[in-house]
């Protein structure tokens, strides 16, 4: 299997290169891994994610995702790549001004689809996370957890390659929390996504094999 | 109350440059015969003792342009009254010749000054007057008026074309969140920015109308009851459909480069 994302060397910065996060960090993920990555708070696991899609640049070393070197990646390069990743927030990061169908549809928006299309999949994708009664309402009219569900959506909408989730169950209560764990499982299982999530706390009911990053002290480390 | 008053803060800085616009669109056409009247009404006076042609007075200067003689019989019968015929012959033969010499375009004092000298070089030419101060003042007042206008609407425009980008980077600031998502899944700058383009263009039509609106008011009740001469009679001018086309052009190509000094001028989310 080929490498969805490679490390090597990798150090990542705050304040201009001054406040070093991780360090000489190096590790290889694999197309249809399921990855946790861990840590004490502060220890760089959201950073880790940021520089992931690319809202950090590295300091040092390589990080290549999806192929492209992300050191060295221009702007029209990373729109392009961010458009093959589905990305989910601890704070859900929908659009209040939108319906429910026209955030789920965002990527596909994005990619050009026609309107006929957007509709279809937000139909199918609504239908996924158990959400199609709520299409018309707004973010704001939904529980925590049916807004999580909304964003496992939209990352799911255009099939990407890798799923990046920073603390998708943080503000989640345990039934709300065992539902998306169900639904990045099933994207993992059913399509062969790469999925990556920062959590302080592996969730007990995981069911599928797994890969498990600690970061400690600037270093990625695997746990075996 | 807010959704008003954050467009308002955008349309009111928006109509004073259109207001500018409109006001010297409109400064310049009335004006437009007068300011003919003082280029081309302006001729100077060319005593020759012989005849002369339009082609011998270009080959001394090139800038003048007509040649307009003066009827010498005129001038007698209006210096001669009650003069017998005979001395009024006598008179004509003495008597030099007048013309009226027009320029190409309006000259400084200096260039006047220039052709006078170049045309009294001639021994034909007996005098030349240039009328120069009383032609330079008038003309020079209008242009200077027409200057300070100028001035003051430019002045106006730079004003308020900081007030619309401040009023921009508001909106910006207002949407940021938004633009940041469509970003991090990868839209282009032109998706991102849409929403203030929407914003900015709905706001470039508003403010058009209502400046149209002024001065279809000027043009068609306040001129009407004015009593003012000019204005009643430069009614015509005061507003013409084809202003509205400069308005809005003008005005969409302000809102244009407004979303797009702001939406460049931030860096995104790259740290």
Known sequence: ?224 | MKFIKNHLMFILPLMAILLGIEFYLVFDRTTDSYEKGLKEGYTMLVVTKKPVTLQKLKQLNPHIATLEAIKREQIVSEVAQGVSKQSKKEILAALPYFYNVGLDSYLGTSALEKIKKDLEKDSNIKRVETFGSSYSSAYRLFAFIKFLLKVFIGFMGIVSLFLIIKQMEIWKYAHRERMQVMEIFGAPLMLRAGVLFKVAIFDAFIATLLTSAVFLYVKFVWAAQSGIDLMMQKQDDLFKMTDMAILLGVALLLVIVAVYTVVFSSKGVQE
């Open chain 1, 1 to 224: 299997m080929s490498n969805v994302i490679s490390a090597k060397n990798l150090t990542l910065a705050y304040d201009n290169g001054r406040k070093e996060i991780i360090k000489n960090a190096s590790f290889n993920i694999k197309k249809g891994d399921f990855v946790f990555i861990t840590g004490p708070s502060g220890s760089g696991k959201s950073t880790l994610l940021k520089s992931l899609y690319g809202q950090l640049k590295p300091k040092e070393g390589n990080l290549v995702v999806g192929g492209r070197d992300l050191a060295n990646i221009s702007s029209r390069q990373l729109q392009e790549l961010r458009t093959h990743m589905g990305i989910i927030f601890q704070d859900y990061k929908l659009i209040n001004e939108w319906t429910v169908a026209k955030n789920v549809v965002l990527p596909l928006m994005i990619a050009g689809y026609s309107l006929d299309v957007q509709e279809t999949q937000a139909h199918r994708l609504l239908k996924h996370v158990k959400l199609s009664e709520h299409a018309d309402k707004y973010p704001l009219e939904l529980s925590g957890g049916e807004q999580q569900r909304v964003g496992v959506a939209r990352a799911l909408a255009k099939n990407p390659v890798v799923i990046l989730a920073d603390e998708p169950t943080g503000n989640l209560d345990d039934y709300s929390s065992n539902v998306i764990w169900d639904l990045m499982e099933n994207a993992c299982q059913q399509l062969e996504t790469t999925v990556l999530v920062v959590t302080h706390k592996i969730p007990t009911i995981f069911s599928l094999p797994y890969r498990h990053f600690i970061i400690e002290s600037k270093g990625v480390y695997e746990v075996h």
